[in-house]
């Protein structure tokens, strides 16, 4: 089980971020130390039309491409509406507080605190990884979706 002591914050910019800006954005986050996981949230960008009379035909969309995030190339799925982070301890949050202050220039943004990711592995974290699953994947599955999350290597 994992140690539910980890704070995690939430970005949450008052606008959906381009790719390009999120992916500025993460690098930026990727330089921190003592980041534990980040999860990107938002409305998703299917392939296809999901439903309506147009079902089944592709779905073009400017904001679904490839971003490379530290050294991990990233195929967004969602438009990024805020970001996740776990992180080691409290300080951590400041360093984060601070490189957001400069980045968000353009257009606000709100930085909570709380707990916004599972901690403790669920029922389909168990179906997909199994009884000794990697503790940094605990809350990440998706059970809709075959694939898994992307690992992206921060510096501790």
Same mark, same amino acid.
């Given at each position: !089980? ?13 606008? !959906? +971020?381009?790719? *390009?800006? =999120? &992916? ?8 921190? %130390?003592?980041?534990?996981? /980040? ?9 296809? /039309?999901?439903?309506?009379? =147009?079902?089944? %035909? ?10 490379? /995030?530290?050294?991990? &190339?990233?195929? +967004?799925?969602?438009?990024?509406? &805020?970001?996740? +982070?776990? /992180?080691? *301890?409290?300080?951590?949050? #400041? #360093? @984060?507080?601070?490189?957001? *202050? ?5 257009? %606000?943004?709100? $930085? ?20 000794? =699953? *990697?503790?940094? $994947? @605990?809350? $990440? ?5 075959? &694939?898994?999350?992307?690992? @992206?290597?921060?510096?501790?």
């Amino acid at each position: !089980m994992m140690n539910a002591s980890f704070p995690q914050v939430r970005i949450v910019p008052f606008r !959906m +971020l381009k790719p *390009d800006t =999120a &992916e500025r954005l993460l690098n930026m986050l990727t330089g921190v %130390s003592g980041i534990r996981r /980040v999860m990107i949230h938002g409305p998703g960008l299917p392939k296809t /039309v999901p439903y309506g009379p =147009a079902r089944g %035909s592709p779905n073009p969309h400017s904001d679904r491409k490839a971003i490379q /995030v530290g050294d991990a &190339e990233i195929a +967004l799925r969602v438009q990024v509406g &805020e970001v996740i +982070l776990e /992180v080691e *301890d409290a300080p951590v949050i #400041e #360093e @984060i507080r601070s490189i957001c *202050d400069g980045f968000f220039t353009g257009f %606000s943004y709100r $930085l909570q605190e709380g707990r916004f990711m599972k901690t403790a592995p669920t029922l389909v974290d168990y179906a997909k990884y199994g009884p000794d =699953a *990697d503790t940094t $994947l @605990i809350g $990440l599955a998706d059970p809709r979706k075959g &694939e898994s999350p992307v690992i @992206i290597r921060t510096k501790r």
